[in-house]
């Protein structure tokens, strides 16, 4: 089955700091969502993004598709942004999403 | 407008016994998920329902069962809990299969 890989596992930031988050997937994809898992477990919609780049507020996410590839940038951080990003595909012929492993983020004041 | 609502948030029951895990969706989606989230696994399918009237397994559906009572609703049954179903179950919805997903708050259950 697809396989998908974020980087980096873990990251610290001082409040202000910008940072990259990356997501490999190993096959073509019609579906890719950035969410937010915050320190409460909810999950968060960010970006649905199969393909191009969107923005809100300070952040960011680019897919390119053919590269198999997606970014999430948070510019500016504030401690709320902490928590784990996940990325997650389209996969197989059942639709639902396949997880990454997630990034988990601490932003520190 | 609520979104995917679970019920209930916190669980906790003895091996053996039986529980419901309730999903209500106001969007009027058409498909609904339940997932389980494992530390350091992610997210995991275990059971889905493309539209009202079906159910498929996912990846790891035994010792569950499902219920697609009508379009809002999608609930998740463990029959007799074991240890290993200790997990944060999340139910999502959306409106297609292949489409945003959204997800509910979660049900934190714990099988002792």
């Known amino acids: 089955g697809i396989q998908v890989e974020q980087s980096p596992p873990d990251l610290i930031l001082q409040e202000g700091a910008n940072s990259t988050l990356r997501c490999n997937f190993s096959?073509?994809?019609?579906?890719l969502q950035w969410f937010h898992q915050n320190p409460w477990g909810q999950l968060i919609n960010l970006f649905y993004?199969?393909?191009g780049t969107k923005q809100n507020g300070r952040l960011s996410a680019t897919t390119v598709a053919t590269e198999r590839y997606s970014l999430l940038y948070i510019s500016s951080s504030q401690t709320t942004d902490s928590g784990v990003y996940f990325c997650?595909?389209?996969?197989?012929?059942?639709?639902?999403?396949?997880f990454g492993k997630g990034t988990k983020l601490s932003v520190k004041p | 407008n609520a979104g995917v609502t679970q019920t209930p948030k916190f669980q906790v029951l003895k091996t053996g016994q039986s529980m419901t895990l309730q999903c209500a969706q106001d969007?009027?989606?058409?498909?609904m998920y339940w997932y389980r989230q494992d530390p350091g696994m992610g997210l995991r399918l275990i059971y889905y329902?493309?539209?009202?009237?079906?159910?498929d397994k996912g990846e790891v559906p035994n010792g569950y069962n499902v219920s697609r009572l009508n379009k809002r609703e999608f609930s998740l049954r463990l029959e007799s809990a074991a240890p290993s179903q200790t997990s944060v179950y999340f139910c999502?919805?959306?409106?297609?299969?292949?489409?945003?997903?959204?997800f509910g708050q979660g049900t934190r259950l714990t099988v002792v």
């Open positions: 993004i199969p393909s």
């Open positions: 329902s493309a539209s009202e009237g079906t159910t």
């Open positions: 096959d073509s994809v019609n579906n």
């Open positions: 997650a595909v389209e996969g197989g012929s059942q639709g639902n999403l396949i």
């Open positions: 999502a919805s959306s409106a297609q299969v292949r489409t945003e997903a959204f």
């Open positions: 969007m009027n989606h058409n498909s």
